[in-house]
């Protein structure tokens, strides 16, 4: 019996996007966590489109599309030739009813996990979490450059650098 990857919360948090004030999951890394191709995870939803309203999935706009697309350093992409889909936790709740994989299930179980600490982490937070969205919200234009540039050092491997300065001769 194949057994599946050990999913972590911190990994899964790390795939939730805040897009027109929802948390959502993009279709792109829901499907790599169900092990099936986007185009397929895709498909299934076309085919059932009418199990996923408006607050449950949308497609990114294309402005939508550049904004994330830029916050990445490398793009992960490729060519995708549809915009993302963005799935609310209801959403990623109602894909077990599309997909319906052992995976897909145990996966969906993970993420919907995952969304209820989260919500339970910005609840006991509430304040913190509103100031830190005024302040985005008010700053977003003037700080986007520092925001993608703290990305990016948080993403770098911690090297060791070679020490700068002057040896004293009695050293």
């Keep these: 019996m194949n057994k599946l990857p050990v999913l972590r919360e911190s990994d899964i948090a790390s795939l939730i996007y805040i897009i027109r004030g929802e948390k959502v999951m993009l279709d792109a890394d829901i499907a790599r966590l169900y092990n ?7 498909q299934a ?8 309203p408006d ?16 916050q990445f350093v490398t793009s992960s992409w490729g060519g995708a030739r549809y ?10 709740a109602m894909l077990s009813s599309v997909l319906r994989s052992k995976t897909a299930v145990q996966v969906n179980i993970a993420i919907l996990r995952t969304f209820v600490k989260l919500r ?3 609840q006991g937070h509430k304040d913190l979490y509103e100031k ?3 302040l985005e919200q008010k700053y977003d234009d ?3 450059i520092v925001f993608t540039a703290l990305r990016q050092m948080l993403r770098e491997k911690n090297e060791p650098r ?5 040896k004293l001769s009695n050293e």
């Design 162 to 166: 070679q020490k700068v300065g002057f």
């Design 120 to 122: 339970q982490l910005i």
């Design 36 to 42: 099936v191709e986007t185009r397929i995870l895709k």
């Design 83 to 92: 915009l993302p889909m963005a799935f609310t936790e209801q959403g990623v």
């Design 55 to 70: 607050d449950f999935m949308f497609e990114l706009s294309n402005q939508e599309f550049g904004i994330l697309r830029s």
């Design 142 to 144: 003037q700080f986007k």
């Design 45 to 52: 939803v076309r085919r059932n489109l009418s199990r996923f």
């Design 132 to 134: 830190i969205e005024k």
